[in-house]
């Protein structure tokens, strides 16, 4: 098995001991980043909710697959986030991310999520903190805002955002939201 297959395949246990598929431990990734990013799950149901945003789970994009997600940005006129689960960190998602901003399409790689204390969605921010950070509508379209200027005066945000990503991963019943996690800390 390749490293490809090692990341794709990645599977999750749960705090009960039960071992969840490589689809399934995908799957809860989605939904977490979706539900941290893009608002409370009664919003979900609406009409064009997400409807700007492909989210995607693969194994960890190299420089030809950056260029890949900014055409899939480019080519269905989306923002893209496409998240690597790896094993050494399995409730810390990788997050690349593709946006059309203004006639740009801007490329992230290894994009960190942090969570101000009583805001309901999470920001998606560049491991830089230099470029600001994004917060999404209930579309799904990225909206540039300032963030923090180093990781040192983000940890706080940074730990919020973790720990409520970790809780919606592990706790959460398969396929049912938890609207309990997600208020604010």
Known sequence: MNDNEKTTQMQMRLEDGTLLTSQETSRRFI???SCLLLGKPAAHSAENFGSELLLMVG???DRDGLVWLGGVAM????SVIYVTILQETPTFADIAFAAHVGNKIHV???CMLTLAKGAARARLVPRSFTEGGYRFNAKGQPQPVATVANIEAAI???TLAYVRFGKLLRRRPAGAWAPDLLSAA
């Open 156 to 158: 706080p945000e940074l």
């Open 75 to 78: 080519k269905n006129l989306r």
């Open 59 to 61: 194994p960890e994009l």
């Open 31 to 33: 939904e977490a980043v």
């Open 108 to 110: 992230h790689q290894h």
